[in-house]
């Protein structure tokens, strides 16, 4: 007889196995199929957002996350671009995530993806309604009205085969994704022809050679030859293990090219260095027409994948874990609905669209423009102002030529949003304290002393931070009734009222913002059952919706 579940995960890299720890904490039993019995130990992924800190948070083990990392406390997360190589006299290092700060509850983190992996698989273990697959393959799926069916294998002797069923299935399983080609869902993106290479190598020299910039974590080289495509050294260490992403020929291989040679144009001076693992892989942006079809979703690398720029890709398949999971959780415990299981691709698929095309493919092809038009050698003054207006932006080149405070990824027009009709879903915002439909609810300290974040419920959280009336009372009685679950702070005529510029806020479960607005609505049930995605249109714009 098939095992049941209420959720079966395919791939369990990190983006699986956090979506396991979502559900698990819910309430919702699931089991997670991976085909890797412990952690690839290779540095990619190091860079984790203030965002995806907070997950952690709600995930209870970001203090172990933190524990885990390999760079000494405190040690400066930020990066450096160079023209040509590491000792050129042009380079810069601009203010990063720091600006954007004060916005989120948690603050940023650096360290290699396996042991960001690792946490996760710990957390997720102590979960009774986990169940960990490991050192299995998914060889087929098949979905109907009344559930998924998953056809797994073990990968050793005796290769005993099990189908396990659920009510949903994920695919987090990786840019060959089994579950979204069997779904037949299309991938797209720029395609830039070009093969690159992943090193991963140990040099104490490379260390000390970098002694001219201030304590940083990665060093980028914009190199006329490349073309615009990015060469960068990463730290895994202080002192000795980096990595390293470059272009190379069509023809190169692990065993007749001179990668030595490579790393050493890349930093201009020369260096002994143990190479340690030597990948390939392709400079091209893929993104998922869709990210549902009937009783199955993709996530992460499976529904979305990118070169190794900025930081997005680990991030963002976090985000769309979380994303994905409450809304699963709310379906399977009767308050979600069909409406709020298709807004997770709703929300999502654009977020990346708008990441790819305008700061990973418009960041490569600016960069080309800028070394095919500027050269210190050709002219040197030209190149100069050239130069200096680039790198004056604080790092617009990254994010979409709005710097770091403007990359704010927003919902403002989904469907199960109580925000401005037509608005849109869009990675371009203004980071705000303001509490704005759509947007993610910055952190506040409320009269008590605690932040607004340590208050947020599991479900949905209603902020009352004016007069408390009979309305309060009326929203909780129509939570009731529709079986949402809603955490009421009340906390009036605090200093987190003027933040917000609201004295009613209603938030999600993933900490962003449904509505806020002078007044409570007088029909609440209209309000909530527009945001679990049980309303067939959406509600008019008024003067007391944000």
């Given at each position: ?86 000792r ?14 004060a916005y ?64 949903y ?19 797209h ?6 093969k ?7 040099s ?74 030597v ?36 991030n963002?398949?976090l ?15 009767g ?21 790819a ?40 080149q ?119 607005g ?29």
């Amino acid at each position: 007889m098939a095992r049941r579940y209420q959720v079966v995960i395919v791939g369990g890299g990190p983006v699986g196995v956090a979506l396991a720890v979502e559900l698990g904490q819910r309430g919702i039993s699931c089991v997670v199929v991976e085909r890797h019995l412990a952690t690839q130990r290779i540095p990619k992924g190091q860079n984790l957002s203030q965002r995806t800190l907070e997950h952690f948070y709600f995930w209870h083990c970001v203090d172990e996350l933190r524990a885990a990392r390999i760079l000494p406390p405190g040690y400066p997360i930020g990066g450096a671009t160079a023209y040509q190589n590491l000792r050129s006299q042009y380079w810069y290092a601009p203010p990063g995530r720091e600006l954007v700060g004060a916005y989120y509850f948690q603050a940023n983190e650096r360290l290699p993806q396996y042991l960001t992996e690792e946490v996760l698989r710990k957390r997720s273990a102590a979960l009774e309604n986990v169940t960990h697959r490991y050192g299995c393959v998914a060889k087929s799926i098949e979905q109907d009205e009344a559930g998924v069916r998953v056809l797994v294998a073990d990968e050793t002797w005796p290769y005993e085969e099990e189908v396990l069923e659920g009510d949903y299935l994920v695919g987090c399983d990786g840019g060959r994704s089994l579950v979204r080609e069997t779904l037949g869902i299309e991938r797209h993106g720029p395609d830039f022809g070009q093969k690159m290479c992943l090193l991963v190598f140990r040099s104490r020299e490379f260390h000390e050679g970098l002694a001219h910039f201030p304590e940083l974590t990665t060093y980028r080289v914009l190199d006329p030859e490349a073309g615009g495509v990015w060469q960068f050294f990463g730290r895994v260490d202080v002192g000795e293990s980096w990595f390293f992403h470059g272009p190379v020929p069509r023809d190169a291989t692990r065993e007749d090219y001179d990668f030595q040679a490579m790393l050493e144009r890349a930093a201009g001076f020369s260096f002994k260095a143990e190479i340690d693992h030597v990948g390939f892989w392709e400079l091209r942006i893929e993104v998922a027409e869709r990210y549902r079809e009937g009783r199955a979703f993709i996530a992460g690398d499976a529904a979305h994948s990118h070169p190794p720029y900025g930081a997005f890709g680990l991030n963002t398949g976090l985000e769309d874990a979380t994303n994905l999971g409450w809304k699963l959780a709310a379906t399977l415990q009767g308050w979600g609905s069909e409406g709020l299981l298709d807004s997770y691709s709703e929300e999502r698929q654009p977020i990346f669209v708008e990441t790819a095309e305008l700061i990973i493919a418009d960041g490569i092809v600016r960069d080309r423009e800028f070394l095919e038009a500027f050269s210190p050698e050709r002219d040197a003054a030209a190149f100069e102002a050239a130069w200096a207006e680039m790198t004056g932006g604080g790092g617009a080149q990254g994010y979409a030529g709005a710097g770091v405070q403007g990359y704010e990824p927003h919902y403002a027009g989904s469907s199960v949003v109580a925000g401005d009709v037509g608005a849109p879903i869009s990675i371009r915002g203004s980071h705000s304290h303001a509490a704005l439909a759509g947007h993610h609810l910055s952190p506040q300290l409320l009269r008590s002393g605690r932040n607004v974040f340590e208050e947020l419920g599991e479900g949905f959280t209603l902020l009352v931070l004016g007069p408390d009336d009979e309305k309060v009372a009326a929203f909780a009685a129509a939570a009731g009734a529709t079986a949402v679950p809603l955490t009421i702070v009340r906390s009036p005529g605090d200093e987190a009222r003027a933040a917000y510029e609201a004295p009613f806020i209603l938030v999600r479960p993933d900490q962003y913002v449904v509505w806020s607005g002078e007044h409570l609505p007088d029909d609440p049930e209209e309000l909530l059952a527009l945001v679990t995605g049980r309303a067939a249109q959406p509600l008019p714009t008024s003067s007391s919706s944000r």
